[in-house]
Structures are given as C-alpha cells and as structure tokens.
C-alpha cells in the first residue's frame, strides 16, 4: 500500500484547510486509517482516526469539534479538514494505514504504511 499525503499550506489562525491522503495498492490487509503530525523537535503525535471501510472516528483532545475525518473508499481517499485552525496545529501532517491498528490507535508502530507528510503552517 502506497499513500500520498496533499493539501498543506499556509493559513492564518482561524482558517482551514483539507488534506487528502491517496492510497494505492492491495487494502485487504488494512483495516485502520488515521492522520498523525509532527511538529518541530516533538515526536509524532496522533490526530485523528477511522476504521478504512468508514463509521466510526477518533480525534485527539486537541482537536476534537476542529478537525474531522473521512474516506471515500470508491476513491482510495482519506481526508482530515481541519477548521479553526490555531498556531499550535502548526506541524508536518502524516497519513497513515495498518492492518494491526485498531481503528483510533494513537501508537505510531502499529501503522504499517506511512505517507510521505504534508506540511500545515498556521500564523497568528
């Protein structure tokens, strides 16, 4: 499986944006999607998640009611459109997908397949 994260950018806080992840390749040993983000000298932290066929999503505290998550599975495609957005959202925003997570697993080594990163960059 290959994924292709987009839509990064520059925004003022208060704004929003939508990244899209691409996925190709074989999905029958996936079973968990969720965006992830890194920002300057911090670890990888969990944002948001969701079971690769759809229904139930998970957010991190500090974005839940800000960002929400989605796929469309005709189309290969995950999404976090994010609103609201605030200085501190300020990070590299990963894609990610496995077949050993869970849906809403915020542990980065359960993830089997990783997107290349989509840098999100909020000024105040």
């Known amino acids: 499986v290959q994924l292709q994260a987009s839509g990064g950018g520059l925004v003022q806080a208060g704004g929003s944006l939508r990244l899209s992840c691409a996925a190709s390749g074989r999905f029958f040993s996936v079973n968990a999607a969720g965006w992830f983000r890194q920002a300057p000298g911090q670890e990888r932290e969990f944002v948001s998640g969701?079971?690769?066929?759809?229904?139930?999503?998970y957010y991190a505290d500090s974005v839940k009611g800000r960002f929400t998550i989605s796929s469309d599975n005709a189309k290969n495609m995950v999404y976090l459109q994010m609103a609201s957005l605030k200085p501190e959202d300020t990070a590299v925003y990963y894609c990610?997908?496995?077949?050993?997570?869970?849906?809403?697993?915020?542990?980065?080594?359960?993830?089997?397949?990783w997107g290349q990163g989509t840098l999100v960059t909020v000024s105040s």
């Open positions: 990610a997908a496995g077949g050993r997570a869970r849906p809403g697993e915020k542990g980065v080594g359960k993830y089997d397949f």
């Open positions: 969701i079971r690769w066929s759809g229904g139930s999503t």
